[in-house]
């Protein structure tokens, strides 16, 4: 399978005044740490309510400041 969701993703990160390095490595470590079906799951988490960030995704961004 591939994450065909992770141009998207940074795109509407970088799109939310993210540096691009900073969305970058976040989307490393996703790749890195989470299985491909907890990514889309996360993805519809996020759908369905953006302020409700999942640990994975803090987790990620803790990494990569």
Do not use: H, M
């Not at 989470?34 to 987790?59: C, G, H, K, M, W």
């Amino acid at each position: 399978r591939t994450r065909s969701g992770l141009g998207r993703k940074r795109a509407s990160c970088t799109s939310a005044g993210s540096p691009a390095a900073f969305c970058g490595c976040v989307i490393d470590e996703l790749q890195a740490n989470v299985s491909y079906d907890r990514f889309v799951e996360i993805d519809q988490e996020l759908a369905e309510n953006p302020d409700d960030i999942p640990t994975e995704l803090t987790d990620a961004a803790a990494a990569c400041q």
